[in-house]
């Protein structure tokens, strides 16, 4: 399943949603990596070029290349701490988007422990023994006779995390280059799957701050 990756990113414009002093939140496109990869073909990123209009920007958490939606970049050191404090203890609420192949339950969660595969990096794999934990829960907004709209909520942040746990319920979200069958990768031009809600606390004033995308897909 596993598909040769050619790096492509798109020239779409910064899609800045929210700035403050401490913070800027961001709409990444699918195919752009959050931060550089290893080597001189993988140093365009959302990071790159946020740097590029703001120096101080830093890094404190990623979505997969192919995962469009929202990302979050502190400006200041001590909104940095604070960002990743509220990612390590799950303070911040993560809401995803995606288009699974087949007809899912109506609701659900997946509790399986994720590890790097070794034999195929860069996917993840379920293994019960000596994986991390990861859990997540799902609820189907609709469906057709082919794939089902679902809302993905993920308690923890492994990577891959959700595109695994899709296809470990044998719905594997449609167009992943990754995990998808055949059939489930042609099926959509591009991974059908969207970082389209986030809450998360504004660093120096405790805010609570929600932002939410419109759908990128049907």
Request: aromatic content about 8%; some cysteine; charged content about 20%.
């Amino acid at each position: 399943m596993h598909r040769p990756f050619i790096y492509q990113p798109p020239n779409d414009p910064l899609d800045i949603l929210y700035q403050d002093k401490d913070i800027v939140v961001l709409n990444k496109p699918s195919g752009l990596l959050t931060n550089p990869g290893r080597g001189p073909d993988y140093q365009d990123s959302l990071l790159s070029r946020v740097l590029l209009q703001f120096p101080t920007a830093q890094l404190v958490h990623r979505l997969d290349c192919a995962t469009s939606g929202l990302v979050v970049f502190a400006l200041r050191r001590k909104a940095e701490a604070a960002l990743k404090q509220q990612f390590a203890t799950r303070s911040v609420r993560k809401t995803y988007r995606a288009r699974v192949w087949g007809q899912i339950a109506e609701h659900g969660k997946v509790d399986a422990p994720l590890i790097a595969d070794s034999t195929q990096p860069p996917l993840q794999k379920i293994c019960h023994s000596t994986g991390k934990s990861a859990l997540t829960f799902f609820q189907r907004l609709s469906q057709d006779e082919h794939s089902s709209l679902v809302e993905l909520r993920p308690v923890t942040g492994r990577s891959h995390q959700l595109r695994v746990h899709m296809l470990s319920l044998g719905h594997p979200i449609l167009g992943d280059a990754f995990y998808a069958h055949d059939d489930a990768f042609a099926a959509a031009p591009r991974l059908l799957l969207q970082a389209q809600c986030l809450e998360l606390y504004q660093p120096y004033s405790s805010q609570l701050l929600r932002f939410e995308l419109e759908p990128d897909f049907d």
